[in-house]
């Protein structure tokens, strides 16, 4: 069944409110990088964007480039349109906006 937009501003909402609640509580900021992809990530591409994350055609998981790896790679008519790269909750994102770019520089 293909995503609709309502559904996925519903999806959306409720996977906002489970950050928040798990958020607000502790929970969540005691997650490393694969809990906060089973929680969040995955759900966000596959709930709210509509990518089908079990189909590697799709989403390649751990995709390699030159000067490392990225944590997913998500594909349309087989072709890399972009990368996805995971970090804890409470990650200092600044720190990794270079590898970020750097990656997507040399992929």
């Not at 809990?35 to 055609?57: C, E, H, M, R």
């Not at 998500?74 to 994102?93: H, P, Y």
């Amino acid at each position: 069944m293909e995503l609709t937009k309502q559904q996925a501003k519903e999806n959306l909402v409720k996977l906002l409110a489970k950050f928040e609640r798990e958020f607000a509580s502790g929970l969540a900021s005691s997650f490393n990088e694969a809990t906060t992809i089973t929680n969040y990530i995955q759900p966000f591409l596959k709930d709210v964007l509509g990518w089908d994350v079990n189909d590697s055609a799709q989403v390649g998981p751990e995709h390699n480039v030159s000067r490392g790896r990225v944590d997913y790679s998500l594909k349309t008519d087989g072709v890399i349109r972009m990368f996805v790269e995971a970090k804890r909750v409470k990650a200092d994102l600044d720190k990794h906006i270079a590898q970020a770019e750097g990656k997507a520089g040399q992929a």
